[in-house]
């Protein structure tokens, strides 16, 4: 099979939403009057992402819900992706179910691949999404995007779904952590098949004030939300755990706080609201489908704290949670 078989057999569909897809020296699309692109792009790389021998059909899937996930971050509703291939060689065995891993969730969003690269080489994936946000009469600068610039003193801090159970699956897979059948399944599917937070995201827009998703872990990724709005935040560490639902199966407390605060791969959302927002966000949650908690809120006083039941600091910035900093062979954490 040569490369231009390979695109045609497996990545090439009709694209009815773009004016050009696959097939010429680049895709066009029509940006809708009043709307703005959201772009994006994630890398995964076999032995640093994901181990070469994963199943086909999750990687698939993996490649685009990590990008979709970037968009869910910004409010933004998916239009289309290209794709960048490095195979090592063109096995139909590997592309087949690989390929509907990847149509799969594409067809649940509507997001249509209309382009990319394929080229010989080791194992590399690499997807640019692209998605639209409106935009403003108010000016060129102005977006209805969630940013992670946004949040204000007093915001309260909320994240979607569960943490800490696709780090804890790995751990499982590395053969550091014994899980029970039930727990393994379940974070092993979190692991290799994240949901992207696609509706909340959107339903979030005009609502939350910032919003990133949790690729790095809570602590990085909520980190990145803080720096960029120059606050700080106090998150409650029972509102955190309680976001894990294996915390009753005798797992190591450290290492399940650890998964749970800054284990990567959740491809949940954390976000921010102003209190006043509170009934607005449970709205969002309920019309998404999607859990929310709330776990802190946002303070003038710049850095990370998490508290125990009587307000007492735990530990500072992250401090002592450098489990996975150690841990170079395969990191849990894909975004790029
Ligand atoms: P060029 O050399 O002009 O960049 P290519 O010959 O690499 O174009 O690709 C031919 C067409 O196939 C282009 O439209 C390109 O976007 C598309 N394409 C290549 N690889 C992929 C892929 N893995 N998935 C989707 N489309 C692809
Ligand atoms: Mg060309």
């Given at each position: 099979?040569g ?12 694209s009815?939403g773009?004016?050009?897809g696959?097939?010429d ?6 940006t ?6 959201a ?12 181990s070469?021998d994963?199943d086909?059909?999750a ?6 819900a ?6 869910a ?8 992706f ?24 594409a067809?649940?969003h509507g997001?249509e691949?209309?382009?990319g690269d394929?080229?010989r ?10 998605g ?6 108010a ?12 949040a204000?003193d007093g ?10 159970e ?17 727990a ?8 290799e098949?994240?949901?992207p ?15 990133a998703?949790?690729?790095?872990g809570?602590l990085g ?9 120059a ?39 954390v976000f ?5 927002h ?5 709205a969002?949650?309920?019309?998404s489908g999607?859990p929310?908690?709330r776990i ?5 006083r710049?850095?990370?704290r998490v ?5 007492h600091?735990m ?12 841990d170079?062979?395969l990191?849990?954490g894909?975004?790029?």
């Amino acid at each position: 099979m040569g490369e231009f078989e390979l695109i045609q057999r497996y990545f090439t569909r009709s694209s009815p939403g773009a004016i050009v897809g696959v097939g010429d020296d680049c895709a066009i699309l029509q940006t809708a009057p009043g709307m703005q692109l959201a772009i994006s792009t994630d890398m995964l790389v076999a032995g640093r992402h994901f181990s070469p021998d994963v199943d086909p059909h999750a990687l698939g899937h993996k490649a685009l819900a990590v990008n979709l996930s970037d968009l869910a971050a910004c409010g933004a509703r998916p239009l289309a992706f290209t794709l960048a291939l490095a195979l090592p060689s063109a096995d139909a065995a590997w592309l087949d179910p690989f390929s509907a891993g990847l149509w799969e969730l594409a067809d649940a969003h509507g997001c249509e691949l209309i382009g990319g690269d394929t080229t010989r080489g080791p194992l590399n994936l690499c997807i640019t999404v692209f998605g639209e946000v409106p935009g403003d009469a108010a000016g060129p600068t102005h977006t209805h995007a969630l940013l992670r610039s946004g949040a204000r003193d007093g915001d309260d801090v909320y994240v979607s779904g569960t943490l800490g159970e696709a780090a804890l699956g790995l751990q499982h897979l590395l053969g550091k952590l014994h899980l029970d059948a039930l727990a393994a399944a379940a974070c092993r599917a979190r692991l290799e098949r994240p949901t992207p937070r696609v509706a909340l995201g959107l339903a979030l827009r005009g609502i939350a004030s910032a919003c990133a998703d949790v690729s790095d872990g809570l602590l990085g990724d909520l980190g990145h939300i803080l720096e960029r709005s120059a606050v700080g935040a106090q998150l409650e560490d029972a509102a955190v755990l309680a976001c894990c639902p294996w915390t009753d199966r005798g797992i190591d407390a450290q290492l399940l706080r650890d998964c749970v605060l800054s284990g990567g791969d959740d491809y949940e959302l954390v976000f921010t609201a102003a209190p006043a927002h509170a009934a607005a966000v449970a709205a969002a949650a309920h019309a998404s489908g999607t859990p929310v908690r709330r776990i802190g809120c946002i303070t003038a006083r710049p850095g990370l704290r998490v508290v125990d039941n009587a307000g007492h600091a735990m530990t500072a910035d992250g401090g002592g949670f450098d489990h996975f900093a150690q841990d170079d062979n395969l990191q849990p954490g894909t975004a790029a």
